[in-house]
């Protein structure tokens, strides 16, 4: 929310801690003193989305809510935050905007339907500087993975479509020789296929079909099940599985079946023109950033659809997801999972003899999960994308937390590796009245075969 104060005329900014009521029974936003804004930004292309009436307010009612947060701030807070480590991570993003490790970003704390959300930042260095907003819309990277193509392979195993243990090969048959045969759906899903890291991208090709010929010609650097080897070519594979058995394109089945009934309603691929004013810009190349344009290289030359990246998405949307999935695969009454999938979804699915635990998709404890910090404990699970986004989830508290930035705008020197982790930390630690030191199931440290 933003509200205006003419005399001054300019924005005082204010940060909304909001209480998610059930099952679609609408939200309640209490706001406390900040520096968040939502839209109303003038970006470089020239558009500019303007505040309703109804925030606009003279000076006598700016300093009656301001009033009004200062009191109702601290009964909110009561039994959900601690307000000093919710300033911690305030301050922590703002030190890694002031030493340029990312422009800005988006943070969304949750914890049993409250939210802390914020903007931090800017959105946009190049070609003009624009405020971070909290409706801004991010490139997901790889992020796309586990909200994007493994739920809709999931939904399809759901359906009896797809078989977890069945070989690549029954829905890709070009996928075979050289062991390739050997590789299952799950091994795709847990980066144990043995594939190496990428296809290559310096040549000039183009479309899906190319890049499945490409990966279907790589070869396997570990046998299938053996080691865990983090590869965009799982991901790749997968989202054609799904097109496949479908016999739909990866982003209009993951539309039809899991954004559109979550009413996640900036998700999605191949974002359209009218909203390239809220999209996040990244990399600058011959002097203009990608915007709206995926920055993976790889989703790029396919199109911009593609298994391992190219989805764009909001916190809020993220947020719709990830309750969804603390809810056991319900949101607002919409039934999107049944429960049984997202429990197999979210638990250590790497065989014994590997020591990175991972979901299908999902990171649970592995050289990646940074983002889970020294607090929440091995068994909540999250993901991460390349251009400075991350999610991790904790079901035993009814926590997630959410960080969306660009941190390869302008150049891919930022880096949000230390920060996310340090958010995780902070996140943990704000929770008020949970003992993350004893909970009923979490996975002990040292390895797949520690419980």
């Excluded at 922590?92 to 030493?99: V, Y």
């Excluded at 909200?147 to 797809?162: F, I, K, M, Y």
């Excluded at 043995?194 to 490409?214: F, M, R, S, V």
């Excluded at 990244?282 to 790029?300: F, I, K, N, S």
Aim: glycine share 10%.
């Amino acid at each position: 929310m933003r509200v205006k104060t003419p005399s001054a005329n300019r924005e005082v900014e204010l940060v909304a801690l909001r209480r998610v009521a059930p099952r679609g029974c609408g939200a309640t936003d209490l706001l406390v003193p900040g520096d968040s804004t939502h839209s109303g930004a003038r970006c470089a292309g020239g558009c500019c989305r303007r505040a309703t009436p109804s925030t606009s307010f003279g000076a006598a009612s700016l300093a009656l809510l301001i009033l009004f947060s200062l009191f109702a701030a601290p009964q909110v807070f009561a039994g959900v935050f601690r307000p000093e480590k919710l300033a911690a991570m305030d301050a922590t993003i703002n030190e890694a905007i002031a030493s340029n490790q990312c422009p800005g970003g988006v943070l969304w704390l949750e914890h049993n339907g409250t939210a802390y959300h914020k903007a931090f930042g800017s959105r946009a260095l190049v070609p003009a500087r624009e405020p971070m907003t909290g409706d801004t819309i991010f490139d997901a990277a790889s992020l796309t993975k586990v909200v994007a193509t493994a739920p809709a392979v999931l939904l399809l195993v759901e359906r009896g479509q797809v078989k977890l243990d069945a070989p690549v090969q029954a829905y890709i048959p070009e996928f075979n020789g050289d062991g390739r045969e050997l590789v299952t759906v799950r091994e795709l899903l847990t980066h144990t296929s043995g594939l190496p890291p990428d296809i290559e991208t310096k040549t000039d090709w183009h479309g899906q079909a190319e890049a499945i010929k490409k990966a279907c010609a790589e070869k396997l650097q570990s046998r299938p099940g053996t080691a865990f080897k983090y590869s965009d070519i799982n991901f790749v594979l997968l989202g054609e599985i799904v097109q496949r058995v479908s016999q739909t394109p990866l982003e209009v089945f993951v539309q039809r079946e899991i954004y559109a009934p979550l009413k996640m309603t900036d998700t999605g691929f191949l974002p359209s023109k009218e909203k390239l004013c809220r999209i996040a810009p990244t990399e600058v190349v011959d002097g203009q950033p990608w915007r709206g344009v995926v920055h993976d290289p790889t989703a790029r030359h396919m199109g911009g659809v593609a298994g391992d990246a190219g989805l764009f998405t909001t916190a809020a949307d993220l947020a719709r997801y990830a309750r969804m999935l603390l809810n056991l695969g319900e949101l607002d009454g919409v039934r999107v999972f049944q429960p049984a999938t997202v429990k197999l979804m979210t638990s250590v699915q790497t065989p014994p003899e590997i020591s990175a635990r991972r979901g299908l998709g999902w990171d649970i404890d592995s050289t990646y999960s940074g983002p889970r910090g020294e607090i929440f404990p091995i068994g909540s699970y999250g993901h991460t994308g390349w251009t400075g986004g991350s999610l991790w989830i904790d079901p035993s508290s009814k926590t997630f937390l959410i960080f969306l930035s660009n941190r390869n705008h302008p150049t891919e020197a930022g880096n949000v590796i230390a920060l996310r982790h340090r958010l995780g930390t902070l996140a943990a630690a704000a929770v008020e009245h949970i003992d993350f030191t004893n909970v009923a199931g979490a996975l002990n440290p040292g390895g797949n075969g520690a419980k």
